[in-house]
């Protein structure tokens, strides 16, 4: 039961994690961040559309990730349910 929640709870932050890394650079809340106004070679990198597109893809693997999973997860109950029903 542990591990099934474990896996549950990877799942869920891939997701979310997933979520706000492809949509955050993108809002105002990235150039609002003060980690990116406080050093002027920071903020030209994080305005950078190229590194907001590198986040977005680190986002995008996030979400593949917990999908993955999400659907492994699936695929087992269905198998087990179809073994028991046998």
Known sequence: MQRMALRVFFILYCLEAGLFFILAP??????GNPLVTWAPPITAIATNPYF???????????????????????????????????
Request: no cysteine; aromatic share 14%; proline share 0%.
């Open 52 to 86: 907001r597109g590198l986040v977005s893809g680190f986002g995008f693997l996030h979400l593949l990730i917990g999908i993955r999973d999400l659907l492994d997860i699936l695929q087992a109950r269905r198998d087990q349910y179809s073994s028991r029903r046998q």
């Open 26 to 31: 993108w809002t105002r809340f990235w150039l």
